[in-house]
Every structure is written in C-alpha cells, then in structure tokens.
C-alpha cells in the first residue's frame, strides 16, 4: 500500500535520531512471550519487616469505577484487529484472549509512580492484569525498593499484545506499521492510549512524581505523549532528554532496559552480560529518585508500611559527589501484591516470574504450579466447546466474544468486600482451610483456594451449595462457571432469578481427579465442615433467604450436616448424572409452590429434555465475573481442562466458534486515520 510522504519523512528522521541506542536497544526483548528464563540474584516475598509482600490473602482489585472516565476508555477501544490487518496485512495482534488494561490504583491521587511498558502476555491474559510476569515482578521490585508498594499504576503501549516482536524485522512493513500504529498522532491506537495517560494525568495532579519507560517501545511511548503536550526530547529513545514539565511540575521521567532481555541470551557469557546491563539500568534509575530525595526529602512520601534506605552522597570515580541510596540496589523480583488482582485469582498469577504459555494457536494458555515447569510437553483433552448455537451467549449489539461487555459496561462483578472475602479465603480466625494436600487432594497448593463463590452474598434469596463440575473456575475465579454452572444458570431464569443469588462450591480446590469416596472424606473433614458451615450461616444471618439449593451428592451430604432454619431445600442432581434433566423439570416445577420475590419473570411449566439436555445452557452472567473478563469465558460448556499425565498444569481454551470470527470492520474514523496515514485507499 502506498503510504505518504510525510510519515516516511517523520520515520526517517526517527531512525536517525534513535541510531545512537541501537546497539543496546537491539538486545531489548520487545516480545515479553519469552520470560522462561528469568533467574534473579536475589528473589524474596517478604518485606524488611518479615510481612508478606503480597499483603493478605483477602485483598483484591475490584476493578474500575463503574460510570467511571476509566471504564469509558476501557470499553471503547479502536478496533486493534482490524487497524492490524490493515497496516500489516494479516493478523498483528493477539486477540484471542482480549485487552488487558492496567494494574494498581484507579483513584484519585493514588498513584506516585505510573509504569509504562509495551504489551502484555500470557500471564497478563490470565490475570486481566498488566506487568504480571517476569518483566512485572521485577518492575515490583524496583518500586518496593523506591518505597512505593502500594501507590503505582501500571499501563502499556498496547492494549493488546503483539505477535512476535515489535517492529519485527522478519514480517514485512512491520518496522514503519508498528511504528505508525504505537506512535503517530493519526492512529486510533494512539488516541485511545493518549486519552488514557491524560485521564491517570488528571486524577493523580497532586501524587504523580515519577513516570517509568519499560524498553524501547515504552520509550517511544512517552516521549510521543510528552511531544504532543508541546515539551520537546533532545534525543529520540532517551526520556531523560524531554522536557517532562508539560506534564507537572515536579515530575521525574525515566526509561530503564527491559527485563525480559535475559530471557533471550544465547549463552551464559552473553547472559551475564545482559544482566550487568540491567542491574546498572535499574541502579540509575534508583539513583535518579534519590537524586531529587536529596534535594527535598519529602518530594516521593513512603507508602504506608513500605520502607526506603536512607539516601546518602557517594564520589565516583572522577571525583564528582552523587546522591544514591545507602543500599544498593540488587537486581530481583518481588511477589505482586494480592490486592492488584481480582477476587479468585489463580495465586500463581504474579507470584514470581511466569508462570503459564500459550498454544501456537492462540486460542490456549496453560498454568503450571511450584513444582511445574515452563512450556512442559504433555498431553491433553483440549475441548473445542459447543456450537456457537448451544453456546448460550447473548448476542448484544457492539459487544465483541474476546472483549469484556461493551453494550453494558458496568456488567462486571466488584467482589465481595472486604468482610466476605476474609471469610472465603479462610483468613478468619478459627476459620482457616485447611491444608488439603495432606487430606489427599492432589491439586498443588500453590494455586490457592479463589474461586469458592460467584453472585452477591449480600444480595441472596437463593444460597446455592454446589460441587465443583469443572476446572473453568480456575480460569474465570468464580465458582461454577463451566457447563455445570450454565446449566444452572439456565434454571435460575426459569425459576426467575437473575441476580438474587449466592453459588457456593461445596469445596474451594479442584478434585476432579478424585474418587467420590476421596472427595467425601475431605469434603467431611471436621475443619473443612467448619468453614463451611460458618460460610452458610452467615449467608442465611445476612439476607432474606427464601430457597436453598444443593447441586451435586456431595452438596446434598454436606447441607444434611447444616441447621438450615426450616427453609425450603431442593436438591439438583449434577449435570452429568443421567436422570439430572427429569430432576431439574421437578425442582423447578416444585419452585414454583414457594413465595418468593422474583428478579424477572418466571417460566415454572418449562420442562429439560433428556435429549436436549446436554445442549442446554445460558451464559453466565456477566455481573458475576470480574472486570475484563472476555465474553467467551462463561459460555459453551466446560472450556478449561488438566494435563492428562502431569496434575501441575491446567489450560483453558477459547470455543472453536469464537477463534473463527472475522474481524469487524473499521468504523468511519479508524478508516478516515488509516486513509490519512496512507495505509488504505
């Protein structure tokens, strides 16, 4: 396609300009794919103090605002597919597994350092969360050891991630459509991430005091957004060159190497060559913070329970004085808190360098445990899903299958609160899961216990006890969100229920692999039981209860041993038992004999086929799983699975029916940008 003038002018220029860096941003790994090979020097989990760095168990990010300028920005992105598939010619992004959008505080001047980096990868996928990886907990690290645990704010140059490498040299116009798509002013990429970084500007006028480049490509990315506030860089690719008081007085901007470039040495001589450059990378960044320290020491202020080393004034060797911190800094990774994820999520996510890889087709990402390892070759049942037409999704207008909701943005789940998620995760006292790898459970416990619930504890007519009917919940951190949980959702309709109710699984950790007989004696452990049944009854304390509900033998066993205050009780078999469609018709029908607020219209005379039965499901509600879920996940039957010869890895895979949908097609705008940037006709 012919391109303009203009645009080669302003990339020839560029070029020239960066050509002094291209040395050392050669070896930057634009691809974060690749992380496999992170090894610090040093790695701990616990503060100076002896706490954990991941904070308590029961934090978690509840997500944006809802009505928020945030939620606006998030749920309004170009159409990465198509804008790719324009400029490059084929497929540029990874869309398969949608946007991933930020990670940290979303409030009003909650944030003292804003990290910018490139682009997600497959933990970033799992986690809906940026900077989850390797590259995320060494930039943890950093901030850890600059005093800021709490008070940061991570975003990238793409919302979605790319395929292979940034201006990759092997796929053709890569080298001036990345550039045009990352960092022309006519792009709709641009726009939306400049409408982005205003809105962090905006919030945080009085906390921001330092911006943090990740790479060469977040490089381009600041000075881009510096430039178009009219401030000036000196040298293209250095952001220590630009005029950051454009954006607030006060302000420090720094670019440090990329950690994901020790992923990609060829030998350990090269290997340690690289990772001398990022320990000096990372040591002058520190020194930079407490060079300004040193000239106002109240300028960055210590987050709460966070601690800083003293700064103190060192000679190098010139004999020039400069201001460093007593402390060195040690090149490392640190745990990411529990707080910048959702409720539920898999504890693997963020607990240390990566931790998942993605299948070649994109439609799969796999989660190892502790003791798994990094692209292990196993076997494995990976489910296609159900027909697009069995699926049970809901079709709503602007909406995307690999994006959160469009249409009803504020569709998404904000967690428990704070009481709640104490009590779920066993944080209470004398309420404590117990430790079930040594009651047989096989699952590893490096996975934690997240997805025990799904709807609104608060807000429950319905209190559902259900046993576990797939791995999915690992993935989408709610409980019962595979098949089992359609179909369940399916009958909540018909009995007119749509929100007024609470799912609890009968146990937190996956037992599939089990027998009933294995699964009956933890499920019947006393601790167990304990936990349980103080879930229970704080749910029937809490609200107006008006039916309870067991799915599955095991539900129904565990509720016999719980006092339920002579409510009505009906029990579902599970899905995969044979006579579950003729038990579903009959709890329904005897549903409709009890006096109960309904959310909507209820249809008592509806009545499961067998036949049919297999095929029947709804969607779940999408006000149940957490913000940035991809609409996929939640539909078409059971979509996660476990390694068939090795119990440390789960993957879950997108419906087939999904992973073949075509592009949509450009709006009017994104084809007017295109068009002007000379990239179509």
């Not at 990372?282 to 960055?300: D, G």
Request: proline share 4%; net charge neutral.
């Amino acid at each position: 396609m012919k391109k303009n003038l203009n645009f080669f002018i302003l990339l020839a220029f560029v070029l020239l300009m960066a050509a002094p860096l291209k040395a050392e941003e050669a070896k930057e790994a634009n691809d974060l794919e690749d992380e496999s090979q992170f090894e610090d020097i040093e790695d701990t989990s616990l503060d100076i103090q002896g706490r954990s760095l991941r904070g308590n168990l029961w934090e978690y990010d509840k997500g944006p605002e809802k009505n928020s300028d945030f939620l606006k920005i998030f749920t309004s992105l170009p159409n990465y597919r198509a804008i790719g598939r324009s400029v490059i010619g084929e497929e540029r992004y990874r869309w398969h597994w949608g946007p991933v959008f930020y990670r940290g505080r979303l409030g009003e001047n909650e944030v003292k350092i804003l990290v910018i980096g490139q682009e997600g990868a497959q933990d970033e996928a799992l986690a809906r969360h940026t900077f989850t990886g390797g590259t995320g907990t060494h930039m943890q690290a950093l901030l850890n050891f600059l005093g800021v645990n709490r008070s940061y704010l991570f975003v990238n140059t793409f919302i979605y991630s790319i395929r292979g490498q940034y201006q990759d040299k092997k796929l053709p116009g890569a080298i001036e459509g990345d550039l045009w798509m990352a960092q022309d002013l006519q792009s709709p990429i641009v726009q939306t991430r400049h409408r982005l970084l205003n809105e962090i500007l905006k919030r945080n006028q009085e906390s921001l005091k330092v911006i943090v480049a990740v790479g060469g490509g977040a490089k381009d990315t600041l000075q881009t957004w510096i430039k178009s506030k009219g401030g000036v860089c000196r040298q293209a690719g250095v952001v220590e060159s630009c005029d950051s008081s454009v954006l607030k007085e006060d302000l420090v901007v720094m670019g440090v190497a990329h950690p994901g470039m020790s992923g990609q040495a060829k030998n350990d001589a090269e290997r340690k060559q690289i990772l001398d450059m990022l320990r000096g990378s990372f040591q002058k960044a520190s020194n930079r913070v407490a060079t300004k320290l040193s000239q106002n020491s109240e300028w960055l202020p210590l987050d709460e329970e966070a601690w800083r080393s003293p700064v103190v004034e060192r000679q190098a060797e010139d004999g020039e004085t400069y201001a460093t911190f007593e402390k060195s800094y040690k090149y490392h990774s640190s745990p990411i808190p529990h707080r910048d994820f959702a409720f539920g999520t898999n504890a693997r996510l963020g607990s240390g360098g990566t931790v998942s890889n993605r299948t070649t087709d994109q439609r799969s990402i796999k989660i190892f445990s502790a003791k798994g390892h990094y692209n292990e070759k196993v076997r494995w049942h990976t489910p296609d899903g159900s027909s697009f037409k069995d699926s049970g999704y809901i079709d709503e207008e602007g909406d995307l299958p690999y994006e959160p909701p469009r249409n009803n943005p504020n569709a998404y789940d904000q967690g428990p609160g704070e009481a709640w998620a104490r009590l779920l995760m066993g944080q209470e006292k004398g309420f404590e899961w117990p430790d079930f790898n040594e009651l047989g459970v096989t699952f590893d416990k490096s996975f934690g216990t997240g997805p025990i619930f799904r709807g609104r504890p608060s807000e429950a007519r319905f209190v559902i006890l259900a046993d576990q009917e797939s791995q999915d919940d690992m993935f989408t951190t709610r409980a019962l969100s595979g098949d089992g949980g359609q179909k369940l959702q399916h009958l909540l309709l018909k009995a007119g229920i749509t929100r007024s109710y609470v799912i609890i699984r009968t146990l937190p950790v996956d037992t599939l692999d089990l027998s009933e007989r294995e699964v009956r004696r933890v499920s019947g452990h006393d601790q167990v039981q304990k936990v349980r049944n103080k879930i229970l009854s704080e749910l029937l304390s809490q609200n107006d209860v008006k039916v309870i509900l067991t799915v599955g033998p095991l539900a129904q066993e565990a509720l016999e041993k719980f006092k339920t205050k002579n409510l009505p009780v009906f029990h579902l078999k599970s899905v995969k038992d044979p006579d579950a469609a003729q038990n579903w018709t009959e709890v329904l029908k005897r549903l409709s004999n009890v006096d109960y607020e309904k959310d909507e219209k209820a249809d008592f005379k509806f009545s499961y086929n067998k036949r049919e039965f297999k095929n029947t499901r709804l969607q779940i509600n999408r006000h149940d799983l957490p913000f940035g879920t991809p609409r996929w996940m939640g539909t078409s039957g059971s979509l996660a699975s476990r390694a068939q010869d090795d119990t440390e890895l789960y993957q879950m895979t997108m419906p087939l029916w999904a992973a073949k949908l075509r592009a949509p097609k450009l709006s009017r705008e994104e084809f007017q940008s295109l068009k002007d940037g000379g990239w179509t006709k």
